[in-house]
Nanobody
Framework: QVQLVESGGGLVQPGGSLRLSCVAS????????VGWFRQAPGKEREGVSC????????YYADSVKGRFTLSRDNAKNTVYLQMSSLKPEDTAVYYC?????????????????WGQGTQVTVSS
């Protein structure tokens, strides 16, 4: 059974850091693209970062570029999102997702499998 489980969210002060984890089960995560998304109350879901299935190219939204870092540990079947210099506007539920299509060095526009999400709150 394909499953993604996020963890690592919490309450952090502005300027702080968090590391989110996305642990996969039921498939080998390193073979496929993985995306991180977030959704704040009253707002549409936003793509934050993704890693491609082909050559592992990593992409970032402009809003997080230079502050967030995506990494993958194939031995642990886990993808991480290291978030630094957090701002109140980063507050959202963060989700990881994957898709079993092959997209080369690109990330898919749609994802088939999603985790349950983890809440990140940035507030003083």
């Amino acid at each position: 059974q394909v499953q993604l489980v996020e963890s690592g969210g919490g309450l952090v002060q502005p300027g702080g850091s968090l590391r989110l984890s996305c642990v996969a089960s039921g498939f080998t995560l390193g073979y496929y693209a993985v995306g991180w998304f977030r959704q704040a109350p009253g707002k549409e879901r936003e793509g934050v970062s993704c890693i491609s299935s082909g050559d592992g190219t990593i992409y970032y939204a402009d809003s997080v570029k230079g502050r967030f870092t995506l990494s993958r540990d194939n031995a642990k079947n886990t993808v991480y999102l290291q978030m630094s210099s957090l701002k109140p506007e980063d507050t959202a539920v963060y989700y990881c997702a994957t898709d079993f299509g092959l997209y080369g060095s690109n990330c898919p526009d749609e994802y088939d499998y999603w985790g349950q999400g983890t809440q990140v709150t940035v507030s003083s």
